[in-house]
């Protein structure tokens, strides 16, 4: 009865290829977000979206393509993959309220571009 | 958003209270204050968050200082299991509600 939950927890793959990491909630969140955690252990929002609008965009390479076929999902498609994309990329869920919800994150996917 | 200030580090024994320290000297008067953790390889986890007023659940105790410029996490019985870097953060929310995160605490109980 996860909460966020992310498939693939690891993701091994060469530069240039395409991959994609998706995201459920189960909560009944209207908002979802992507965050990177790079390795000196900063995490960076990266988009959020609510109810399948995109919201934040932080300024993030046209190559990250966040996608949300309902509000349960948030995906995230990653192009022409470079070494700088190793990280372990968080998704996380916020209720409806006024913006002061706390987010319930997952446990992450640790991509690795070689 | 306000920015904050955190010790990089801290050690606790076991069992006792744990009391992380957050500045947040500019924070204006919408802005709260958030506390998450995180456990090695694990995603972010919130624990509590307040305004003005001191706020307990069952993780910890926030108490904010009357000025609103610091704060302190309690942790009342710290476990082994609470080593985790601690995070405090300062948001307005609002239709751009995200949070960011700093270097945090990175608290270690000791046996």
């Given at each position: 009865?996860?909460?966020?939950?992310?498939?693939?927890k690891?993701?091994?793959?060469?530069?240039?290829?395409?991959?994609?990491?998706?995201?459920?909630?189960?909560l009944?969140?209207?908002?979802?977000?992507?965050?990177?955690?790079?390795?000196?252990?900063f995490?960076?929002?990266?988009?959020?979206?609510?109810?399948?609008?995109?919201?934040i965009?932080?300024?993030?390479?046209?190559?990250f393509?966040?996608?949300?076929?309902?509000k349960?999902?948030?995906?995230?498609?990653?192009?022409?993959?470079?070494?700088?994309d190793?990280?372990?990329?968080?998704?996380?869920?916020?209720?409806?309220?006024t913006?002061?919800?706390?987010?319930?994150f997952?446990?992450?996917t640790?991509?690795?571009?070689? | 958003d306000?920015?904050?200030?955190?010790?990089?580090?801290?050690?606790?024994?076991?069992?006792?209270?744990?009391?992380?320290?957050?500045?947040?000297?500019?924070?204006?008067?919408?802005e709260?204050?958030?506390w998450?953790?995180?456990?090695?390889?694990?995603?972010?986890?919130?624990?509590?968050?307040?305004?003005?007023?001191?706020?307990?659940?069952?993780?910890?105790?926030?108490?904010?200082?009357?000025d609103?410029?610091?704060?302190?996490?309690?942790?009342?019985?710290a476990?082994?299991?609470?080593?985790?870097?601690?995070?405090?953060?300062?948001?307005?929310?609002?239709?751009?509600?995200?949070?960011?995160?700093?270097?945090?605490?990175?608290?270690?109980?000791?046996?």
């Amino acid at each position: 009865d996860t909460a966020v939950s992310q498939t693939p927890k690891y993701l091994v793959t060469q530069m240039g290829n395409d991959k994609s990491i998706k995201c459920e909630q189960n909560l009944g969140h209207d908002t979802m977000y992507w965050y990177k955690q790079d390795s000196k252990k900063f995490l960076k929002i990266m988009f959020s979206y609510n109810n399948k609008e995109l919201i934040i965009n932080e300024t993030v390479p046209n190559r990250f393509s966040p996608k949300s076929p309902d509000k349960a999902h948030l995906n995230l498609h990653i192009n022409s993959l470079e070494l700088g994309d190793s990280a372990v990329y968080f998704c996380a869920s916020s209720p409806p309220g006024t913006g002061y919800s706390p987010l319930h994150f997952g446990n992450g996917t640790r991509l690795t571009v070689t | 958003d306000a920015k904050t200030t955190q010790p990089p580090s801290m050690d606790c024994a076991e069992g006792r209270a744990a009391n992380l320290p957050c500045n947040h000297s500019t924070i204006s008067g919408n802005e709260y204050v958030y506390w998450y953790r995180q456990i090695h390889s694990q995603g972010p986890q919130y624990i509590i968050h307040g305004l003005k007023n001191n706020e307990t659940n069952e993780m910890a105790s926030l108490i904010i200082t009357e000025d609103r410029k610091s704060s302190t996490l309690i942790l009342p019985h710290a476990t082994l299991r609470d080593t985790a870097v601690y995070y405090c953060i300062v948001n307005s929310g609002g239709s751009n509600y995200k949070l960011t995160f700093g270097k945090g605490t990175l608290l270690t109980v000791n046996p």
